[in-house]
């Protein structure tokens, strides 16, 4: 699977913007799609989750901010992001992956090349 993503770019705080995410190749192996991120210095974190049957699960810091939408069936996800803060400033990374622990495809984890976010005062 290959995940290109776009979107990012240079935001003034407050402001929103939208990340997308299309998967392209073995699109039936993976069960759910999602955007995680990585700040200088920091560790990668879970940004947001959604699944193929459009369950969706937030990091508490992005709740109530952020909004992932899409169809895991056709590869795409989006993540739509408001009140932006400085500390949400990272590389934003998409990410499909199959959790099914019974299926032939358990354990399968893609990345895409990721995508800047800064975010001005």
């Known amino acids: 699977v290959q995940l290109q993503a776009s979107g990012g770019g240079l935001v003034a705080a407050g402001g929103p913007l939208r990340l997308s995410c299309a998967a392209c190749?073995?699109?039936?192996?993976?069960?759910?799609m999602g955007w995680y991120r990585q700040a200088p210095g920091k560790q990668r974190e879970l940004v947001a989750t959604?699944?193929?049957?459009?369950?969706?699960d937030y990091a508490d810091s992005v709740k109530g901010r952020f909004t992932i939408s899409g169809d895991v069936d056709r590869g795409m996800v989006d993540l739509q992001v408001s009140s932006l803060r400085r500390e949400d400033t990272a590389v934003y990374y998409c990410?499909?992956?199959?959790?099914?622990?019974?299926?032939?495809?358990?354990?399968?984890?893609?990345w895409g090349q990721g995508t800047q976010v800064t975010v001005s005062s």
């Open positions: 990410n499909a992956r199959n959790t099914v622990t019974d299926s032939i495809w358990y354990g399968r984890n893609f």
């Open positions: 190749g073995s699109i039936f192996s993976i069960n759910v």
């Open positions: 959604m699944t193929r049957s459009g369950s969706t």
